[in-house]
């Protein structure tokens, strides 16, 4: 978790890899209209991120009923987010991938390809709660290199 540019999908595509698990990038769950939003500088509402947190939600219910293990790469930027997430079950951990404002926007201003455009970075920290204490979840500075960190988490989930 983290906001657009902290090396979410990196590390999530790693980790996938390393453990053999399956991956799911969360910005493939977004409906037509949030990628537009998005896409012309708007940043969505919470109406618009519980359908699309719900749909994730019911890939990681999916693959915990299959009993696989799944890694996805997801903003989670709001604690009730990662409770819409996770619904209560104690296996779903989160890593949040924390980092500057200005490395995130100096990596956002260097990638192409992609709807998230920089402007919207700074509504994205204003949305961002880090993680309590209370919500288990690993914290990593986005400093550390991509391996590094993908260490790091499987380390933390012995």
Known sequence: ???SGSGKSSVASL???RLGWQLAEAD????PGNVEKMRGGTPLTDEDRWPWLDS????IDECRRQGKNCVVACSALRR????????????????????DYDVIASRLS???GHYMPVSLLASQFRTLEEPKSDENALVLSIEE????LVEEIVANLS
């Open 1 to 3: 978790m983290g906001v």
């Open 15 to 17: 980790l996938a890899t």
């Open 28 to 31: 493939t769950f977004h409906s």
């Open 56 to 59: 994730i939600a019911a890939w």
């Open 80 to 99: 009730a987010y990662r409770a819409r997430l996770s619904r209560g079950h104690d296996d779903v951990r989160f890593v949040y991938l924390r980092g």
């Open 110 to 112: 260097g990638r192409s």
């Open 145 to 148: 290199p991509v391996d590094r």
